[in-house]
């Protein structure tokens, strides 16, 4: 009904499940405290993602290797983002990731081991939160670049390989929202209960 998280993908929330069943006889300002704590361990992943992209644009620059991963652990939003209670930290660490693996493909050409690690963080960041499906215009463009638009034999299957992994890592999920709601968003059921939004 009025739960703004109604259709929230689970991956952020089955993290969260045992934390809170094992702190649900504490008082809230304690058992809130503990939930924000298990949320960092998503942040310092958003933080090692960025060193690994730092390495590989960076490779013969130490400063820059260090700096890089130094200014996204400082930076405000991260900081907030990894201390609440909120999914986003959970989808900004997987397209982290998928950044990463961007620069390392763009580089490399997409090898077919990259390509599969590519579709499998798509589909955990869709997992985490819904919007990380934009991820696919960011993919799509970088293996165009990467692989030259008219080499199409070569960068149509890597892409479907990363959307079709991604498809399956979700499958689950679409299943139960087709099944609850009719429907693979609910956005339509959440426009009409959630009106005064």
């Not at 960025?50 to 960076?58: E, I, K, N, P, V």
């Not at 982290?96 to 390509?115: C, D, N, Q, Y």
């Not at 985490?128 to 080499?151: D, E, F, H, P, Y």
């Amino acid at each position: 009904g009025w739960i703004y998280t109604a259709n929230h993908p689970p991956l952020y929330y089955l993290w969260l499940a045992p934390v809170y069943m094992a702190t649900d006889h504490l008082d809230l300002p304690a058992q809130t405290h503990l939930l924000r704590l298990a949320t960092i361990p998503f942040g310092m992943g958003m933080v090692a993602f960025a060193w690994l992209a730092a390495r590989a644009l960076f490779r013969n620059d130490l400063f820059l290797r260090v700096l890089i991963p130094a200014f996204v652990a400082f930076q405000p939003q991260i900081l907030y983002e990894s201390a609440i209670i909120n999914n986003d930290i959970v989808a900004i660490m997987f397209c982290s990731g998928m950044f990463w693996l961007l620069i390392e493909g763009i580089e490399r050409k997409f090898p077919w081991k990259l390509t599969a690690s590519l579709g499998v963080l798509y589909g955990l960041a869709m997992l985490g939160k819904s919007t990380s499906v934009t991820m696919a215009v960011v993919v799509g463009i970088a293996m165009v670049a990467g692989l030259g638009w008219r080499n199409w034999r070569s960068w149509l299957p890597k892409g479907a390989l990363v959307a079709g992994l991604g498809a399956v890592i979700i499958a689950p999920w679409q299943m139960f929202m087709w099944r609850t709601y009719g429907n693979p968003t609910a956005l339509s059921q959440i426009s009409e209960l959630q009106s005064w939004w």
